[in-house]
């Protein structure tokens, strides 16, 4: 029976190789950070004094993708372990990554790195954590803190602009006054990024439990405007006050996303940031009435949704099923309205799940009725036992078997048959068939 290897056991085994080798080699960044957190790291990463030919002399099936920049990947027991030389690093011309590395001691290493708690490393066999940037005070004061300039460190590589945002999230820390300053000021570096890599930090941002918070920072920092900033215009988009009495569309955005579960897909977090996104440019008020309106604003919505989406280079099934989530939210409020075959179809949409959860933080953060939540819960537990849309009893070819020609009228008899049967007045072939005679 074989044994599971865990991470950090296959890391520590290449990092005792490479010590055997008269390298020095610890643990580095995240899983160090993570384990003093008191969380278990996803990842291990080595760094080490031997240079990727060394490694590779060691380790010679490993994948040298990254050793221009010292980085070489090695896989063990089924873990992938990112194998990086202690370097230090030339100009950064793209706001990317240097034009050039050279390899260095631990201590220079940790001066290149992002922010403090990212800079420490571990000696795997003792578990000592060397710290030389000061990161273990900051986790214990649950800081976030450049390393060395952080104007300096966002000018280098532009997304840490965002990864900053990411960390604070995350952890619930507070970014250090100095960092904050220099990514207020120099938000518009964020401008030198792919859309690929400020999606990927977004998506990291708004699945996150503590999403709410990550949406405040990104807009108080400036860096919501570089990519989302439709955003904005939610705040101070005031809204009926006996419908929403907790205020503006941002602050009922902002509450929606706290009341999802901490593990909302990446969809339903869209979704919800994106559902009101059109209140503000279809704002109306009714004189006669004396009430705010929103005219349409699923529709716009889901349109400017799937532009939203498309400019971050989001896949094409996530631009679907939040722009098709965005443009039903407001349908739920007529579900008691319709036919049984009409919430059979409505339920029976794939991204119906991720939609009732939509609707159940949209009431819980503005009237709080739950009519149409408690009626969409009984029918599925009324339609649970059979499929909601079941197989036709009749199709095209007896259609054809009664005479008729191929035509458009088709479409409309086979819809009408399938109401009948959602409707539960048909429940057989035989009656369908009848039926069909009748209409003919």
């Known amino acids: 029976m074989s044994v599971l290897i865990t991470p950090r056991q296959s890391a520590t085994e290449i990092a005792r190789k490479l010590a055997a080798a008269g390298h020095v080699a610890y643990f580095a960044g995240g899983c160090v950070r993570d384990k003093i957190l008191g969380l278990e790291p996803k ?35 089924g873990h992938h372990i990112e194998i990086a030389t202690f370097r230090t690093d030339g100009s950064y011309k793209d706001g990317r990554r240097p034009e050039t590395v ?36 900051d986790l214990k004061s649950a800081t976030l803190r450049a390393i060395g300039n952080p104007v300096a460190r966002f000018t280098e590589d532009s997304l840490r602009l965002l990864r900053a945002i990411r960390f604070a999230t995350r952890f619930n820390f507070t970014i250090d006054p100095v960092t904050w300053q220099a990514v207020t000021a120099h938000a518009d570096l964020l401008d030198r990024i792919s859309p690929e890599r400020i999606r990927d930090e977004f998506s990291r941002i708004i699945t996150c439990p503590n999403r709410a918070k990550g949406l405040d920072l990104l807009v108080e920092s400036g860096l919501i405007a570089r990519f989302m900033p439709e955003v904005l215009a939610l705040i101070g988009c005031e809204q009926p006050p006996q419908w929403h009495p907790e205020g503006d569309v941002y602050i009922h955005t902002r509450i929606m996303l706290d009341m999802l579960g901490p593990d909302a897909p990446l969809e339903l977090c869209l979704s919800v940031l994106l559902h009101d ?7 109306t008020f009714d004189t006669e009435e004396q009430r705010i309106r929103f005219n349409g604003h699923d529709a716009l919505g889901a349109t400017m949704a799937e532009e939203i989406l498309r400019r971050l280079k989001y896949p094409n099934q996530v631009i679907e ?8 939210h407001m349908q739920f409020m007529n579900v008691q309205l319709m036919r049984t075959a009409k919430v059979k179809r409505f339920m029976s ?80 072939r035989d009656q369908a068939l009848e039926w069909l005679k009748a209409q003919l």
């Open 277 to 283: 996104i059109a209140k503000p440019p279809t704002q």
């Open 102 to 137: 050279a390899f260095s001691s631990p201590e220079e290493d940790a001066q290149r790195r992002d922010f403090t708690i990212n800079g420490l490393f571990e000696d795997p066999e003792s578990g000592k954590v060397i710290d030389f940037v000061g990161g273990q005070d």
């Open 321 to 328: 099923d939040v722009s098709f989530a965005v443009s039903r």
């Open 349 to 428: 949409e794939p991204t119906f799940p991720m939609e009732l959860e939509l609707h159940r933080v949209d009431c819980a953060s503005s009237n709080g009725f739950t009519d149409n939540l408690d009626y969409l819960i009984e029918k599925q537990e009324e339609f649970a036992n059979e499929p909601l849309i079941p197989p036709p009893l009749i199709t095209g070819r007896d259609l054809i078997d009664q005479g008729l020609t191929p035509s458009p009228r088709f479409k409309e008899i086979l819809e009408a048959a399938q109401i009948e049967q959602l409707e539960g007045r048909l429940t057989d």
């Open 43 to 77: 990842d291990y990463d080595v760094a080490t004094s031997a240079t990727p030919a060394e490694v590779l002399t060691i380790f010679p099936k490993a994948n040298e993708v990254g050793a221009h920049f010292g980085v070489v990947i090695v896989r063990h027991h």
